[in-house]
């Protein structure tokens, strides 16, 4: 029975690595099928290098940089957000999970910010089974750039038990010779790709040309690897060196298995691996950014023990997606155009001064559009007027056409929507996502069922851009 400790071990890595369910205390609690959680968001000073002078001033959810959730899809679960934060407000958004809108975690938008020494309870039943995460969704320039984020992944979808599941989640850090961290927005970065960290990490460790996080995994097995870029800026080409690896779900929704050459994962996006170890014991499996000239190291699998002799037949498709399949002859199409914004503004002089100009979500300068509509700068308190209005349970085409010189990851809340064609990529496999990667020039039509009412945010998650403009509002009514 060689199997069973393996996955153990395996999966008792990955939650010890960076907290995992110790960290959160995961309780039935309510219902016997019902997930507890407390997530405490607070600040506290830590090294994320053995050598910093000084440690870091970090933001995150339970003291642990990228906890990782686990639930069963169709449980309920019930977060209830404790702030301890001194003198800013947060929300938690479920980014990806299809959820009622007053659970969506937008301030403002869907509710009111959660304030220092408040709680937020929320409650859903994650209708999708696979691999997410969450982070707040107001001045997230700073606060996810201090680390507050996590994984979440939704169980349910494996036909049968893979020998190892880990989690890579990738994110770079802005951390200064001394310690400190900063700057999370700059002009320079605003107007081009982003402000990058200059600390690159892999599940809280660093990674650099000699080293990697390594992790021990079976031999002639089956690992499922969820790789996931929670970084503000950056964008990756996942490959794997050493193993045969089948892309199983781009963003939590599976994917007939195909073959890995290389997946563009924009910040926000994730793609699940069905990787095939080696059957000789030692051998090693890397996990590679191509986006590079010359591939960086990200992760290494180190192979132990006896082959579980899982061969070379293709894995088995993951179950789902539970999700409506649009009817495209029905479907109305909706434009949205991708650009700089028409006038580059400041905001007004009575809003400048305030701190990080955020108690409103304010945007410091705003540069980026979508349909030429900018973000307005007084804030998510004051809303503008929806991108578009969907009618609930009609199908719709949305034609995205990105016009500037940069790359966007544009998503939507509340729903997921299935990539059809790329004007930039012939090859791109039809598949779904929540956050879908545009390359300058390039232009994608993506179809979705708009069927989960009301006002969802529909932005680049470039974090930089989204807080100067490139951010709407897409209402389902
Ligand atoms: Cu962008």
């Known amino acids: 029975m060689p199997i069973a400790p393996f996955t153990r071990r395996a999966l008792l890595n990955s939650a010890l690595a960076f907290g995992g369910l110790a960290a959160f205390g995961v ?24 050598n910093q002078p000084r440690p870091s001033l970090l933001r995150l959810y339970n003291d642990t940089v990228l906890p990782v959730l686990r639930v069963r899809r ?45 709680r937020f309870t929320y409650r859903f039943e994650p209708p999708d089974a696979g691999t997410f995460f969450f982070h707040p ?50 002009l320079r970065g605003a107007i081009h790709a982003g402000t990058f960290g200059s600390l690159k990490t892999v599940n809280g460790k660093p990674v650099t040309d000699m080293h990697r996080p390594t992790y021990e995994v079976p031999a002639g097995a089956d690992v499922r690897l969820r790789v996931l870029n929670l970084d503000n800026t ?91 399949e649009p009817v495209l002859a029905d479907a109305q ?3 949205m155009v991708f650009s700089t914004a028409p006038r580059p503004s400041e905001p007004p002089p009575e809003l400048a001064g305030l ?43 949305l034609d995205l056409e990105n016009i500037s010189k940069q790359s966007h990851p544009i998503h939507l809340h509340g729903h997921s929507f299935k990539v059809l064609s790329s004007s930039a990529d012939p090859d791109l496999p039809v598949h779904w996502a929540d956050t879908t990667l545009l ?7 993506v179809a979705l069922v708009a069927d989960n009412p009301g006002d969802w945010m529909f932005h680049c998650h470039i974090i930089e851009h989204q807080e100067t403009g490139m951010m709407g509002i897409v209402r389902v009514a």
């Open 27 to 50: 309780r039935p609690a309510v219902g016997e099928r019902t997930t507890s959680v407390r997530l405490v968001a607070a600040e506290i000073r830590r090294k994320l290098l053995a």
């Open 74 to 118: 169709g449980d309920p679960v019930e977060v209830t957000l404790e702030n301890r934060f001194k003198d800013e407000h947060t929300t938690v958004h479920w980014h990806g999970l299809r959820i009622p809108n007053a659970m969506d975690g937008v301030p403002y938008i869907t509710q009111p910010p959660v304030e220092p020494g408040e």
């Open 137 to 186: 969704h107001c001045h997230t320039v700073e606060q996810l750039g201090r680390g507050l984020a996590g994984v979440l992944i939704v169980e349910g979808d494996a036909p049968r038990p893979f020998d190892a599941d880990l989690s890579l989640a990738y994110k770079d850090w802005c951390l200064n010779d001394d310690g400190t961290l900063g700057p999370f927005l700059t």
């Open 234 to 324: 950056r964008l990756l080409g996942v490959g794997v060196r050493g193993a045969t690896a089948w892309m199983i779900a781009t963003d939590g929704m599976p994917l007939a298995p195909r073959e890995l050459k290389n997946w563009y994962l924009g910040p926000a996006m994730r793609v699940d691996l069905a990787v095939r170890t080696p059957d000789k014991e030692g051998a090693v499996v890397d996990v590679v950014n191509q986006w590079a000239s010359t591939p960086l190291p990200l992760a290494r699998l180190k192979v132990v023990g006896p082959s579980l002799g899982r061969g070379t037949a293709e894995p088995p498709a993951l179950a789902g997606p539970f999700l409506p």
């Open 333 to 335: 199409v909706v434009r």
């Open 355 to 397: 701190p990080f100009a955020d108690s409103l979500c304010l945007a410091p300068k705003t540069l980026w559009a979508i349909n030429g509509q900018t973000w307005p700068q007084e804030g998510h308190a004051h809303p503008p007027a929806p991108l578009a209005v969907l009618k609930r349970g009609r199908s719709y085409v």
């Open 439 to 445: 390359a300058p020039g390039e232009r994608r039509r």
